[in-house]
Nanobody, 134 residues
Framework: QVELVESGGGSVQPGGSLTLSCVGS????????MAWFRQAPGKEREGVAG???????TYADSVKGRFTISRDKAKNTLYLQMDSLEPEDTAMYYC????????????????????????????WGQGTQVTVSH
């Protein structure tokens, strides 16, 4: 059973930094595309960043140059380093994953997954709140 657990959220002033973590379980020895989404009150859930490997990373335009996604496969952990945070970054942040027995299946769907459409992601964490304010 796949499980994703986020942590690292909190309150920070504008210009500050936070690092989110997402620990995955239940898909050891399988390939996975993992991503971060966020949802602000009254708004649609939107994709922030996603990756299959260090060579295949996608960022939303709104966070390019400020956020960095990375993963430690040995620890089955996905990270999101968030710098130069703005009040508009305030949201619940979710980790999401697509899991496959083969990396080729995911590679064939990279373009689709990088569009960050919610229905394409089968596994979700419970979320961690990020608040950016004075």
């Amino acid at each position: 059973q796949v499980e994703l657990v986020e942590s690292g959220g909190g309150s920070v002033q504008p210009g500050g930094s936070l690092t989110l973590s997402c620990v995955g379980s239940g898909f050891t020895n399988k390939s996975s595309y993992m991503a971060w989404f966020r949802q602000a009150p009254g708004k649609e859930r939107e994709g922030v960043a996603g990756m299959l490997s260090a060579k295949e990373i996608t960022y939303a335009d709104s966070v390019k140059g400020r956020f960095t996604i990375s993963r430690d496969k040995a620890k089955n952990t996905l990270y999101l380093q968030m710098d130069s945070l703005e009040p508009e970054d305030t949201a619940m942040y979710y980790c999401a994953a697509v899991v496959s027995s083969t990396g080729r299946w995911l590679e064939a769907r990279l373009r689709m997954l990088s569009r960050f459409r919610r229905p394409d992601y089968e596994y979700w964490g419970q979320g961690t709140q990020v608040t950016v304010s004075h």
